[in-house]
């Protein structure tokens, strides 16, 4: 690949009409948006908050695989585009040998956020994409909130997980929206702050867009989710 790189940064994630939008920042008072999809998002914005969950989700396999193979991932290059579709090269090291690959550049950010690789991007599509700073200073506040911000407390039963978490900005249950997955919960709001959310993990995997019961009273939250395995 002979094409001008320019060394990119993921600045941050938040959602979007389309599932989520990852922002790439390189440099320049320029940002390159990229859609990906919700859960794809969710993967990224974990790896960029250096979080975890309890059991390995598919890309932090992906990466103890290549680890214990010796294989280090050296960087992605995102050079072009197919259509409305973005193409990018994944390039693995093992000793003195290298490999590359095509991937898709959520997959990619993902992994290279996970190993602290280089991301980089060809200057002729950051030209073509990029968007000045200035042009979404008006969505900043997306990019920085995160709802519930209070304490959070887990009990468990054979049977079921509850939880009982603290949402000091919303105002209204029906401001709020609930994605329950095996691992996590996410929660979108609409508050006074502008749009905002949380992904709770889960100390044990529960039933998915299963909610037992629900309660929200003096911004406090409180799930009842049923456990998997348990009918």
């Given amino acids: 690949?002979?094409?001008?790189?320019?060394?990119?940064?993921v600045f941050n994630v938040f959602d979007s009409e389309r599932g989520a939008t990852v922002l790439l920042?390189?440099?320049?008072?320029?940002?390159?948006?990229?859609?990906?999809s919700t859960e794809q998002g969710r993967s990224i914005q974990l790896a960029l908050m250096n979080r975890e969950f309890f059991r390995p989700l598919t890309h932090d396999l992906i990466v103890t695989i290549l680890r214990g193979q010796g294989i280090e991932i050296e960087s992605i290059v995102i050079y072009g585009l197919m259509g409305s579709t973005m193409?990018?090269?994944?390039?693995?090291?093992?000793?003195?040998?290298?490999?590359?690959?095509?991937i898709r550049p959520s997959d990619g950010l993902a992994l290279a956020l996970r190993t602290d690789s280089e991301i980089f991007m060809t200057d002729d599509l950051i030209d073509?994409?990029?968007?000045?700073?200035?042009?979404?200073?008006?969505?900043?506040?997306?990019?920085?909130s995160k709802i519930g911000e209070g304490s959070i407390d887990f009990s468990e039963s054979d049977t079921h997980l509850s939880i009982v978490l603290e949402l000091p900005e919303l105002e209204k249950?029906?401001?709020?929206?609930?994605?329950?997955?095996?691992?996590?919960?996410?929660?979108k709001a609409r508050t006074a702050q502008g749009l905002m959310d949380r992904i709770v993990e889960l100390p044990s995997e529960v039933k998915k867009d299963h909610i037992e019961d629900l309660s929200f009273t003096n911004k406090v939250l409180e799930l009842k989710l049923k456990k998997l395995d348990q009918g």
């Fill in 87 to 102: 193409i990018a090269e994944l390039k693995l090291k093992k000793e003195d040998k290298v490999f590359n690959y095509d």
């Fill in 173 to 187: 249950e029906e401001d709020l929206t609930i994605d329950v997955n095996p691992q996590s919960v996410v929660l």
């Fill in 128 to 144: 073509v994409l990029a968007v000045q700073k200035a042009d979404i200073e008006q969505v900043d506040r997306i990019f920085e």
């Fill in 25 to 36: 920042d390189p440099g320049m008072d320029r940002y390159v948006p990229i859609q990906v």
């Fill in 1 to 9: 690949m002979e094409e001008e790189l320019t060394a990119c940064e």
